[in-house]
């Protein structure tokens, strides 16, 4: 696996960007450079803990939603978001057949620490209206990024994504609906949405990433669009955010918690006050406000009822 | 004779009215206890499964809630979220915590519980909308034909885990005897139809309570037989009876919280 | 290889939409055994959509091809004889005898609706 400089390995390599390049999709099992490999499983296993992770904090207002159509709503989510979890991590533990890693060894990386989960996912809910900005701007967030990657050159990815996407669709209009039915209520209801809203701004505005890698050190921007996995840089990526977002925020009397923020026609892009880098850093080590309750939720409920799994092993024919 | 909405005596009303809240507050407890399990199963693809099933749950629960409505009493997101715990009709059972532990916090659900209460849970609703599918109040019975649609999957979902479970390590059936023993002890009031049982009865609501239970008994006696499991007995006198407003301090912690933001402002659109 | 008994067991999904339509492809799912994993097949990849039929298989009990392998696939397109294409001129020939040619759209017209031939 680890390419042997032969000359049949540069061949491999040259068939194998030829292809991308002509558009073609790359399957399990295709010759793939390493780091092509090694990318993929960085990329996909860290988006497939971030939506079991991302289930967690939603979660939380399932039991508590305030009408019968609203448990039903936030239970439907919450079941893609695991859902969701599940294609992707099918599709890293294809990626990692030759390391001989399965599910199992996912869960210990991410207990661990090896295996990151969204930064967005690592932080608080405080109040139903959470439950409306992390399914319209959280998961508006994560259209964005994941639309992008709907022709990624890895088949298998680019297919869970079609499926993903598909659903992040309902997620955004159930996020809507709550928003709505909030902006549009009670004084007592306005005022939730809007601390809810300022609270989760700075959140919004990491999800996409530090612009370059000068800002924290580490960005797998540059490899991830040389091989066709996704073609636009965090920046972009956020300012396409701005486009589609804040002109419908402001249209619903809500208020962008960033006095400075406008639009700068000169150079065509939104203007804003970066968020603190440094807490940035800090959450992605896990050290962000619920990283370790979420994460011990995860490891006990995993652990707790490992009889399970062990019962059943025993009854494989 | 089978009656619609509108040609209702006093008595067949309040018949109708007790043995709809039971229908409607067992699902809703149920579905509620199965939705603090999301994300939290043994595994994700059964993470899924059986989310689904806790979605089917509450839906018949709003199905229940809405034919209250259709009855005057009262509107079906009211019922469901701010009737205090002495007027809730549900049985033990389906109150019952996870396990130990909030659900906010890092909780200790049990597997094995789950899966006996809802094997024997689905059970016994299955026999019943059996039965209310003949029922003498014609919209109720319409409802029970649709719910009968969703039950096939949930039984089938539960009784595979149930077997499995049961015929594998001496750890599991360990587990799964010892939330048998929990679960039955629960079983008292789960085919009682609490004070209206008269009136349910002779009106023809439903099969009788006696029916249901020598029903509930003949349908899990083959998979008892099979797994050479002693049939289990259901109580003959239950300690607190949820049909008749009795309950533990489970429901009362669950009520605050399905409650806590509805009662921020209960007449506002959620 | 020995047997090795794990709970991460790989199955493949396979569903129909409704009785009529050709089997689909899915995706997979990990199952300890068969039956879980048909429980599972449905809540998993089909929340939404309809569904009349699902098959599951084992990844273990699949042939799969190679790369060496799927070189076989590969073919020239000099094979105008197998289909319409290679007879393209009869259409022309048949307007000669004042008739129309029986082409892939009429024949395949041809079952079924009673009334076709009134309706000529």
Known sequence: MTGSNTISDENQLANFMQRIEAGEKIEADDWMPEDYRQTLIKLISMHGMSEIMGALPEKEWVPKAPSLYRKLGIMAKVQDEMGHGQLLLRVTEDLLEPYGKNRGDLMQDLFNGDLKFHNVFHMETKSWADAGIIGWLVDGAAIITQTNMLKASYGPYARALQRICAEEVFHAQHGESIIMALTEGTDQQKAMIQESLNRWWEALLMFFGPASKETTGSSKQDLTIRYKIRTKTNEEFRQLFFDKYIPRILSLGLTIPDPTMHFDKENQMWSYKQPDWNEFKKIIKNQGPRSEARLNLRRQSYEYNSWVRDALSHSVR | ?270 | ?120
């Open chain 3, 1 to 120: 290889m020995g047997e090795e008994k794990t709970f991460y067991q790989e199955y493949e999904v396979f569903s129909k939409r409704t009785t009529s339509s050709v089997l689909q492809h899915q995706f997979s799912l990990l199952a300890p055994n068969e039956e879980m994993a048909f429980i599972m097949a449905q809540e998993n990849f089909m929340r939404r959509e309809p569904v009349a039929d699902i098959w599951i298989v084992n990844r273990k009990h699949l042939r799969k091809m190679s790369n060496e392998e799927k070189m076989t696939l590969g073919r020239l397109e000099n094979k105008d004889y197998r289909t319409t294409k290679g007879y393209g001129y009869l259409k022309k020939k048949w307007r000669m005898y004042e008739q129309e040619v029986l082409d892939e759209k009429e024949i395949l017209s041809w079952g079924g609706e009673k009334n076709e031939r009134q309706s000529k």
């Open chain 2, 1 to 270: 004779m089978s009656v619609s909405q509108n040609d209702l005596t006093l008595e067949n009303r309040e018949a109708i009215t007790s043995l709809l809240f039971q229908l409607a507050d067992d699902d809703f407890m149920y579905a509620y206890r199965g939705s603090e399990w999301l994300g939290l199963a043994p595994h994700i693809e059964a993470d899924i499964a059986s989310s689904s099933i806790s979605q089917d749950s509450m839906g018949h629960a709003a199905m229940f809630y809405t034919l209250l409505e259709d009855l005057g009493a009262g509107n079906a997101n009211d019922l469901a979220h701010s009737r205090k715990a002495i007027d809730r009709r549900n049985c033990i059972l389906t109150e019952r915590v996870n396990g130990e532990g909030y659900y906010m916090e890092t909780p200790h659900y049990d597997w094995a519980y789950a899966v006996v209460r809802s094997y024997l849970y689905t059970q016994a609703k299955k026999v019943k909308i059996d039965s209310l599918c003949g029922s003498s109040y014609k919209p109720l019975a319409e409802a029970a034909v649709k719910v009968r649609i969703e039950l096939y999957y949930h039984r089938l979902h539960w009784e595979i885990w149930f077997k499995q479970l049961m015929s594998s390590t001496d750890i599991a059936k360990n587990k799964m005897n010892a939330a048998l023993k929990l679960v039955m002890n629960d079983f008292g009031d789960v085919f009682s139809y609490g004070n209206q049982k008269l009136a349910i009865e002779m009106t023809k609501l439903i099969g009788t309570e006696e029916e249901m239970k020598a029903n509930w008994t003949a349908s899990i006696e083959p998979v008892f037989t099979t797994l050479q499991l002693e049939l289990p007995k259901i109580p003959d006198s239950p300690e607190k009876n949820g049909r008749m407003g009795e309950h533990t301090k489970d429901l009362d912690e669950a009520l605050t919280t399905l409650s806590e933001v509805y009662l921020l402002d209960p007449v506002a659109i959620w």
